[in-house]
């Protein structure tokens, strides 16, 4: 067993997207790092928001909160952390029993834990259709008010392999990005008809610097293999995580820039945090890449992690188009490719195609299905 992990370690060190991984990656992190350090010491362009208390809907009612990816690392981090700032939280992954296992966690942590969970998984079109009903549903039985105050976007993999989804999307990307776009679109009404300001907190990743031009086509959201001989996994992952960035600010210019609307949305990105997020890499280069990142000072577990998410999410209501980074409230600027407003109409043009056309299809499947 162990030589055969070994083999598989060669056999990836070999691979250029190793290199990319181990020398951009790190690159990248370290690079934000020094901006934030850089900003501290002159100031001249240094922006930090206090965190504040989200208001209540009313006396009984506390804001909602959903979380995506929530059943380990900065999901269920960011679940504790919002319990104790008084929101609702409701806890979305794919398996029932981590769901279950999460909420029976938190609960011994905190016995008045108001927490609900909804098994979905992003990367299935109509198991993301599907949540919007069972959402309608559920604040009817609560007798709570229609509408959702914060969502954080925060699922995600990292993939070493070519896979894909039932809907024919490449794994990551759907997970990633596509899955993301979907699910705000389906609880963006919810979230426009609350009676307080709401938000979106999407996570992104250091990961997106290394992107220096986006391909969009819905060859690219579908993430067909283009006759590659290796998976690009890091290459894709970056690109991911750029669309992340390119859907939050184009949220933030249709829906707060003009102040249509109490909705803001931000960005977070965490940094490097100890999670199962390298879990499909040989396990002796995980352990040596987290080695690494602790030697260099720059490695934080998912309760440290999480702060930039906090952070995104209780900012002041006005504050949106944010790109939060390091904690303490404090923003930084993305890369130059993620403030590329053609760009971002762009994604966003194709990926609503994309969406509705999936829609179209799961409503026609669903209309066979009862009439058989």
């Known amino acids: 067993m162990m030589v055969k992990e070994i083999y598989r370690a060669v056999k990836f060190i070999c691979c250029i997207e190793f290199w990319r991984m181990s020398l951009l990656w790190t690159l990248s992190l370290v690079i934000s790092h020094l901006r934030i350090f850089a900003l501290r010491v002159w100031?001249?362009?240094y922006r930090n928001f206090p965190r504040q208390r989200v208001a209540p809907i009313s006396a009984s009612n506390r804001p909602i909160c959903i979380i995506t990816g929530a059943t380990s690392g900065l999901g269920a981090a960011a679940a504790k952390a919002l319990l104790e700032e008084g929101f609702f939280v409701i806890l979305v992954g794919r398996s029932a029993h981590l769901l279950s296992k999460t909420k029976a966690k938190i609960r011994t942590l905190n016995e008045n834990a108001q927490l609900e969970t909804f098994e979905v998984d992003l990367s299935s079109f109509s198991s993301i259709m599907k949540l919007k009903n069972s959402l309608v549903q559920w604040f009817s039985d609560m007798n709570l008010h229609p509408s959702i105050q914060l969502l954080i976007n925060n699922a995600g993999i990292l993939a070493t392999s070519y896979r894909t989804t039932d809907d024919g999307f490449d794994e990551m990307i759907m997970t990633n990005?596509?899955?993301?776009?979907c699910l705000t679109k389906v609880l963006l009404p919810l979230l426009i008809d609350s009676p307080v300001p709401s938000r979106i907190v999407s996570v992104s990743s250091f990961t997106h610097r290394n992107v220096y031009d986006l391909q969009v086509d819905e060859e690219f959201i579908y993430g067909k293999p283009s006759n590659f001989k290796q998976y690009p996994f890091a290459h894709i992952y970056g690109c991911s995580k750029l669309c992340v960035l390119l859907l939050s600010y184009e949220l933030h210019q249709q829906f707060c820039k003009d102040k249509k609307s109490q909705l803001s949305v931000n960005v977070a990105d965490p940094g490097a945090v100890k999670t199962n997020i390298m879990r499909e890499?040989?396990?002796?280069?995980?352990?040596?890449?987290?080695l690494v990142l602790n030697l260099l000072g720059i490695l934080q577990i998912p309760e440290k992690g999480v702060s930039s998410i906090i952070d995104a999410a209780l900012a002041p209501p006005e504050i949106s188009g944010m790109y939060f980074f390091g904690g303490n409230g404090r923003t930084i600027r993305s890369s130059p490719l993620s403030y590329d407003l053609m760009l971002a109409k762009r994604l966003w043009w194709i990926s609503s195609e994309i969406f509705l056309e999936m829609k179209h299809k799961s409503e026609r499947s669903t209309a066979l299905s009862t009439c058989n």
Not at 177 to 181: D, N, P, Q, V
Not at 281 to 290: D, T, V, W
């Open 43 to 45: 100031g001249h362009k």
């Open 177 to 181: 990005y596509m899955g993301a776009f």
């Open 281 to 290: 890499l040989p396990q002796c280069l995980s352990q040596l890449a987290f």
